[in-house]
């Protein structure tokens, strides 16, 4: 691993104690855009950006030229230098840049700078002054304007969604190629953060919510690369992976969020769940917003395993990963439930539950191909939503008389029953 040269505003070195922004290009056989778009991206910060900078190519174990063209990039421009790695992964190569850097703030984007460089200062003014310790470009902010396909846009709404209806999320994009952090805040999170791929950037901004940072958001003029390669089913497949796996930390209090709030002297979080409604109104209240983000999900999943399996076998593997997620979401925050204890159990009386899903769905589909032999898209998720919220009322009177039907194990919670 070779160590980026630092360098400073134009041509002029500056020493490490003086460097302010260190913005990391992570890239995988990128020849071909690589030299244009540092270029481009060097000219800016020279003119525009009015502290000490450095550009750092992160190469992830590329397998063409792409490292040799970031050796030049390097030789050519002071600004400019190269970290290589053997392993792929985004996450892995924004762990070690950010992690070895001495800049103040350490930033990321994408290669193709689909994001309006001019929105590059306004995301990390709040982080140089001390208002914010996180930043993130959003796309689906008020006032964003953003040019991409209807596919992606469904993709990155849905996920989203999914991210506030089982993880509390309250940022608006977690996925935005384009965020900046405070390098004392990132020396604190980054050994928290488990995953090494795409799913790193969500689970960074998760652990950092919850632990009570403030994260910045900024709204961005935004361009689709027709050209990108990411592999939307794998992808997808492992961010909810992630998101099983961080709901399962936050539920067990594996995570050590309340050591991280004194580490970085944040006052403890204010209790969330007494201002919501308990009792039966205040259950079905939650279970509807965390039913809203898995439908969306479901349907996602369904659409995207569409491509390369039958409508069956589609909506059955789309069905069993979101039915997982779900119950883990209704665990923690509909019924309240925390700690190890009954949670294998749950799972397996939820998978009982979903069974009764596939029932009515596949059903739902079958009905539907015995009616039309060759029924259009938009009538198969037609028929899959209501044959979905019909299996949602039968989810949700079997998960509070059946799953979670005992009282919550823990005292700081009222009983669910006292508001009915």
């Known amino acids: 691993m070779t160590a980026p040269a630092i360098s400073g505003v134009g041509a002029r070195p500056v020493p490490s104690s003086a460097l302010v922004l260190d913005v990391v290009i992570p890239v995988f056989n990128e020849e071909r855009d690589l030299g244009s778009c540092v270029r481009r991206l060097d000219a800016y910060l020279s003119e525009a950006f009015p502290y000490a900078f450095r550009i750092t190519i992160a190469d992830n174990a590329s397998t063409d030229e792409t490292l040799a063209v970031a050796r030049e990039l390097e030789a050519e421009l002071p600004c400019v230098g190269v970290l290589h790695l053997d392993e792929k992964?985004?996450?892995?190569?924004?762990?070690?840049?950010?992690?070895q850097s001495d800049a103040a703030i350490v930033a990321y984007m994408d290669v193709d700078?689909?994001?309006?460089?001019?929105?590059?200062?306004?995301?990390?003014?709040?982080?140089?002054?001390?208002?914010?310790?996180?930043?993130i470009g959003s796309r689906l902010s008020r006032g964003s304007r953003v040019i991409r396909g209807a596919k992606r846009e469904v993709i990155s709404r849905c996920y989203n969604l999914l991210l506030r209806g089982t993880l509390a999320a309250r940022f608006s994009d977690a996925q935005c190629g384009f965020k900046a952090i405070r390098k004392d805040v990132a020396v604190q999170l980054l050994?928290?953060?488990?995953?090494?791929?795409?799913?790193?950037?969500?689970?960074?901004?998760?652990?950092?919510?919850?632990?009570?940072?403030?994260?910045?958001?900024v709204p961005v003029d935004w361009v689709d690369d027709p050209d990108s390669r990411v592999d939307i089913v794998a992808t997808v497949t492992a961010d909810l992976r992630g998101v099983v796996r961080v709901a399962r930390a936050l539920a067990t209090g594996t995570l050590p969020l309340g050591e991280l709030r004194r580490q970085l002297g944040r006052a403890p979080l204010e209790p969330v769940?007494?201002?919501?409604?308990?009792?039966?109104?205040?259950?079905?209240?939650?279970?509807?917003?965390?039913?809203?983000?898995?439908?969306?999900?479901?349907?996602?999943?369904?659409?995207?395993?569409?491509?390369?399996?039958?409508?069956?076998?589609?909506?059955?593997?789309?069905?069993?990963?979101?039915?997982?997620?779900?119950?883990?979401?209704?665990?923690?925050?509909?019924?309240?439930?925390?700690?190890?204890?009954?949670?294998?159990?749950?799972?397996?009386?939820?998978?009982?539950?979903?069974?009764?899903?596939?029932?009515?769905?596949?059903?739902?589909?079958?009905a539907l191909?015995?009616?039309?032999?060759?029924?259009?898209?938009?009538?198969?998720?037609?028929?899959?939503?209501?044959?979905?919220?019909?299996?949602?009322?039968?989810?949700?009177?079997?998960?509070?008389?059946?799953?979670?039907?005992?009282?919550?194990?823990?005292?700081?919670?009222?009983?669910?029953?006292?508001?009915?």
């Open 89 to 99: 992964g985004r996450g892995r190569a924004l762990r070690a840049a950010w992690t």
């Open 273 to 366: 769940m007494p201002d919501v409604p308990v009792g039966l109104v205040g259950q079905a209240i939650r279970f509807a917003a965390i039913g809203v983000a898995s439908t969306f999900a479901y349907l996602l999943l369904f659409l995207v395993f569409r491509g390369g399996l039958g409508a069956q076998s589609a909506n059955l593997l789309a069905l069993l990963v979101t039915a997982v997620a779900n119950t883990a979401a209704n665990r923690r925050l509909t019924f309240r439930r925390r700690g190890r204890d009954g949670a294998a159990r749950a799972q397996a009386q939820g998978l009982l539950v979903f069974a009764i899903g596939v029932v009515l769905t596949s059903g739902a589909l079958a």
């Open 113 to 135: 700078l689909s994001t309006d460089l001019r929105a590059l200062l306004p995301l990390v003014a709040p982080l140089i002054s001390g208002h914010s310790d996180l930043a």
């Open 369 to 420: 191909q015995a009616v039309s032999s060759a029924p259009g898209r938009p009538i198969e998720v037609t028929v899959l939503v209501l044959a979905n919220l019909a299996a949602t009322v039968v989810r949700f009177v079997l998960f509070r008389s059946w799953v979670f039907r005992s009282a919550p194990a823990y005292g700081d919670v009222l009983t669910e029953g006292l508001a009915d």
């Open 191 to 217: 050994p928290l953060v488990e995953d090494t791929g795409w799913f790193f950037d969500t689970e960074l901004l998760v652990i950092a919510e919850k632990a009570g940072l403030r994260i910045h958001e």
